[in-house]
């Protein structure tokens, strides 16, 4: 009795943008180079179910291997899904105790929430985005992604994999292996005809499979078939009721 509607996205918001793309990226104090590449990591809460402490792992390695390599990862500091750090804090700032002093923090902005806006800009302009996650609900990042043509490393977890096929619109990796993500990431952004590949098959896959007024259609064709199943239920299980004589036939009949 479960009924799956792919969630859509507007496509005509979520889309690439060549200007922004090649363009410098500033987002409060914080500025992306025009000659620079950017990373971009997204979710709610930045925490080890959305695989944030690999994403900072990953990033000594690809740090180490280019710098000319901006980050931004987007997310609050609270908890969404898993459980807080059992020594207390944040997910955060556990993290930049481990990894902190090994990362050059010019080339790292943690923004906290972000304007929509800016997050779109943001996706538009990212040379390789990050999706990382345990098998659970997908993030609407990971669609929005997609349809900004993205070229996109994520875990290769059900949840991902239901959107990025390896090799095909992403590169899919063991999310608990934090040299596998930051490979995935240097082949992006070496090797601009596979990731010029993945972008476009992403954006071609998501307008196949992600169009917001497809979803509304059948979200609406979903409501109408329930709406009609329930009448025709009560339709059924009415009771008969015995037909009434009227008053003068009833009369006839006691006469007669």
Avoid at 56 to 74: H, N
Wanted: positive net charge; contains cysteine.
């Amino acid at each position: 009795k479960i009924t799956l509607l792919p969630e859509g996205v507007n496509l005509d918001i979520c889309k690439p943008d060549p200007a922004v793309a090649k363009s410098s990226f500033r987002l409060g104090d914080f500025t992306v180079p025009k000659s620079a590449k950017l990373l971009t990591f997204v979710c709610r809460n930045l925490e080890p179910y959305r695989g944030f402490h690999s994403m900072m792992r990953a990033l000594v390695a690809i740090q180490r291997a280019r710098k000319d390599v901006y980050a931004i990862l987007v997310g609050g500091d609270e908890v969404s899904y898993g459980a807080a750090p059992e020594q207390g804090g944040t997910w955060r700032e556990v993290m930049m105790a481990e990894v902190g002093d090994k990362l050059d923090l010019s080339r790292v902005l943690f923004p906290g929430f972000v304007d929509y806006a800016d997050y779109l800009r943001m996706l538009k302009r990212s040379d390789v985005h990050v999706y990382l996650s345990y098998p659970f609900v997908a993030s609407w990042s990971l669609r929005e992604s997609m349809a900004c043509a993205c070229a996109i490393v994520g875990s290769d977890t059900e949840t991902v994999s239901e959107f990025i096929s390896h090799n095909e619109t992403g590169l899919l990796v063991d999310m608990r292996q934090p040299q596998q993500i930051a490979d995935a990431c240097l082949t992006m952004l070496e090797d601009t005809k596979l990731a010029r590949r993945l972008r476009t098959a992403a954006r071609a896959w998501a307008e196949q499979h992600l169009r917001m007024d497809d979803y509304l259609d059948a979200y609406e064709a979903l409501i109408a078939e329930q709406v009609a199943a329930a009448a025709a239920k009560r339709a059924v299980s009415a009771p008969i009721k015995p037909a009434v004589k009227p008053k003068a036939r009833r009369a006839a009949a006691r006469r007669g």
